[in-house]
């Protein structure tokens, strides 16, 4: 039993190897069988790929062939042009070679000239720096036998020389010198009439017909009674709001207005003309309340008119002080003219004189606006307006030019500029314009009465007759005691008396005639 187990056993172990040895040689047949297959399609692959390698070749050699034969008339053309080109650009190249070669020859042949002219200079030049040792030893022997001769030195006779020539150009220049002058008197005068002459035709600028601030009238005979009560309480308190005195006369139906300040008179003529129209209530408290509203306004329309008068002008860079006592010039007034719309006809006139004889326009505007500005504050202030303008805008930044041109033109200093002589003479033709300025009865007979003192005072004068408006001072003097010559003589003393003693606008004309007065009479006998 244990042998047929021992058996079994063997037999079970044998049988186990070589089933181990069967599958390990079966596992190792089917593995070689697989490389076989594999290497069998690789094989066939290689070969299939090297087919299609091969009509791939093919393939593109044909469509190769196929471009070429459509391409190659084209290409045979290109060919072709490109050998014409290649032989033209050969040819071209052969005439530039030529030319180089040429350019080259005449360069050479120029360098060879050029040589030989620089080796002639330097002969030439050595031949004149021969002749110049030659001049100066010459210069030297005729300068030493001139002094010898003179019996002075070589530097003493270019001094004397020199002082000789110098003394003839002085001649020269103040002979040229004289002759501008007499020219600039001949003509100067006709020149400055035709400017003038083209400015004021030029200038168009309306007319002012303002003059003045009037008197204000009473509405009727009961605001008047209102207006003046009793105790003259209103009265008073006009004043004392406005600043100026009321003058109310028995039996007449205005009320008249007194003060320096025109700015205050204006003020007080609003004042009294809103209230006349109240029917009622007139009282100090609502006269005072008026009075505010009014002062208001007018300082509000004050500095509208200075800003107004600088924009019409195109003048910027003012102070605002400035615009406002320009503003404030609209309610002052100089022998009845309106100073306000005098300072822009000034202004104006200026500018065009200044384009006529090509100077600064915009600054001969400032200084024609602002010549006078001190009137505006000459009843506060000593001095004249044109000193007192001109320290004012000094003060406020004006440049130093403008300050002289207000201050310079009524003299005060002398003008020294082109613009300070057209101030005065703009001043002038706005003062002098028909119609501008008037004076009353009283200041007329002044002005004549003071004209004829002054020309009566000089020795020989026998009367002085004042003509067209006080414009012309005619004097008669004794001819006996006066020749043409002192006659001449005595119109420029009386002339420069009168711009010393007298105030007035414009010009006066003086005219001395000589008057000799002959007399006989007739005698006859009686039969």
Request: with cysteine.
């Amino acid at each position: 039993m244990i042998a047929m187990i021992a058996i079994a056993l063997v037999c079970i172990v044998a049988g186990g190897g070589l089933g181990l040895a069967l599958h390990k040689f079966l596992n190792q047949r089917t593995v070689r069988l697989a490389r076989e297959e594999a290497q069998d399609i690789l094989s066939e692959m290689k070969e299939a790929l090297e087919l299609k390698a091969l009509e791939e070749k093919e393939r593109v050699q044909e469509i190769e062939m196929e471009m070429w034969t459509k391409v190659e008339p084209d290409m045979l053309k290109v060919e072709g042009r490109i050998e014409e080109l290649q032989e033209l650009a050969n040819e071209k190249k052969s005439k530039a070679d030529s030319i180089v070669q040429e350019e080259k020859k005449k360069l050479q042949e120029r360098e060879g000239e050029v040589k030989a002219q620089e080796q002639g200079l330097k002969s030439q030049e050595a031949e004149l720096n021969k002749i110049k040792d030659a001049q100066k030893n010459l210069n030297k022997d005729l300068v030493q036998k001139l002094t010898d001769r003179l019996g002075t030195s070589a530097e003493e006779f270019k001094n004397q020389l020199k002082s000789k020539l110098e003394e003839e150009e002085r001649r020269r220049a103040a002979r040229f010198l004289q002759e501008s002058e007499e020219d600039l008197k001949e003509h100067a005068e006709h020149r400055a009439k035709k400017i003038l002459s083209l400015v004021i035709d030029r200038f168009a600028r309306p007319y002012c017909a303002e003059r003045g601030i009037g008197a204000v009238n009473f509405p009727d005979t009961h605001i008047r009674k209102l207006f003046c009560d009793p105790n003259g309480n209103n009265i008073k308190a006009v004043q004392e709001a406005c600043g100026c005195d009321i003058i109310v006369e028995e039996g007449m139906d205005m009320v008249g207005v007194a003060g320096f300040d025109p700015v205050r008179r204006e003020l007080t003529r609003r004042t009294l003309e809103r209230i006349f129209k109240e029917k009622k209530n007139i009282n100090p408290d609502f006269i005072r309340k008026i009075a505010e509203n009014q002062k208001k306004e007018l300082f509000k329309n004050i500095k509208h008119d200075g800003d107004a008068l600088a924009k019409e002008l195109k003048l910027e860079g003012l102070n605002s002080e400035i615009r406002q006592m320009m503003g404030s010039l609209r309610y002052r007034y100089s022998f009845t003219q309106n100073q306000y719309f005098h300072c822009g006809e000034v202004g104006w006139l200026a500018g065009l004189m200044a384009a006529e004889l090509k100077l600064d326009i915009k600054k001969a505007r400032r200084v024609g606006m602002l010549h006078d500005i001190g009137k505006s504050m000459d009843h506060v202030a000593e001095g004249g307006h044109a000193v007192i303008g001109a320290d004012f805008i000094a003060a406020r930044g004006e440049a130093p030019d403008v300050v002289h041109a207000v201050k310079a033109h009524h003299f005060d200093e002398q003008p020294s500029t082109d613009h300070a002589f057209l101030v005065i003479a703009a001043d002038a033709v706005s003062g002098a314009r028909p119609g501008a300025r008037r004076s009353t009865i009283e200041s007329y007979n002044q002005k004549v009465s003071e004209l004829q003192d002054i020309a009566r005072s000089f020795p020989g004068v026998t009367d002085c007759f004042v003509l067209s408006g006080g414009r012309e001072c005619r004097v008669l003097v004794n001819g006996r005691k006066v020749d043409d010559t002192q006659a001449l003589d005595l119109s420029k003393k009386i002339a420069a008396r009168i711009e010393e003693e007298c105030n007035y606008p414009g010009q006066i004309k003086v005219v001395v005639v000589r008057e000799t007065v002959v007399t006989e009479q007739t005698r006859k006998e009686l039969a």
